[in-house]
Structures are given as structure tokens and as C-alpha cells.
Nanobody, 127 residues
Framework: QVQLVESGGGLVQAGGSLRLSCAASGRAFSRYTMVWFRQSPGKEREFVAAIHWNGYSTYYVDSVKGRFFISRDNAKNTVDLQMNSLKPEDTAVYYC????????????????????WGQGTQVTVSS
């Protein structure tokens, strides 16, 4: 079982930046692909970014490429999401999750493929 706690959300103006962090429990963290999703009211949870357990391979949804950057620290069991040039359409609750089934890369982009979720952190971008 994996416990996940997200932090770092807040209110920011369009064009601004935020850095989200996810702290994970468990000794197997370094074996898992870690993934960020987001969910806006009335919409399905959307894949945002993922990082391979090796820390080098990353994968982004097209809408955030070049603006968001995912990183991880396996020694600290954390995964971060640096979000730059934020837009109002980035407003959502952001969640992290872990691919505990250790599937092949690239990662599954459906939220239904993942079992464990944190409580989420709200990101609001004003225009």
C-alpha cells in the first residue's frame, strides 16, 4: 500500500508559477513510475505528467509540454511538478499517484489504471 500527500497548491495569476510536491510512503517508491493527474469540476481526471523510476524518462500531456516539469527524489520519496506560464485552464485539483503494478513505459494515461491517490491540492489560476 502507498500513501500519498500532495502540497504546494494555491492561487496564482496567469503567467505565474507554482511547484507542487508529493510525498510518498513505502520502501518501494524508487521502483514506481510516478504520475500527476488533475481534475476540474465536471470533468474526468486528466493525465498531466509522469516520471519513470529511473528519474530520466518523462512524459507529458501535450497541453503542458514546455511549461510543466516533473522530477523526483528517490532518497526522499518525493515527486515534484514545477508549473510555469500557468493558464486559467490549468485550474484544477492536482493529484499524484504511483504505478504500483510496475508496468512498462510509457505510462498508462487513464486514471482508472491507478489504485492509490492522495487528497489532492487545489491550483487556481486567475486571468
Amino acid at each position: 500500500q502507498v500513501q500519498l500527500v500532495e502540497s504546494g497548491g494555491g492561487l496564482v495569476q496567469a503567467g505565474g508559477s507554482l511547484r507542487l510536491s508529493c510525498a510518498a510512503s513505502g520502501r518501494a517508491f524508487s521502483r514506481y513510475t510516478m504520475v500527476w493527474f488533475r481534475q476540474s469540476p465536471g470533468k474526468e481526471r486528466e493525465f498531466v505528467a509522469a516520471i519513470h523510476w529511473n528519474g530520466y524518462s518523462t512524459y507529458y500531456v501535450d497541453s503542458v509540454k514546455g511549461r510543466f516539469f516533473i522530477s523526483r527524489d528517490n532518497a526522499k520519496n518525493t515527486v515534484d511538478l514545477q508549473m510555469n506560464s500557468l493558464k486559467p485552464e490549468d485550474t484544477a485539483v492536482y493529484y499524484c499517484t504511483a504505478d504500483v503494478k510496475v508496468r512498462n513505459w510509457p505510462p498508462m494515461n487513464s486514471y482508472k489504471a491507478y489504485e492509490y491517490w492522495g487528497q489532492g491540492t487545489q491550483v487556481t489560476v486567475s486571468s
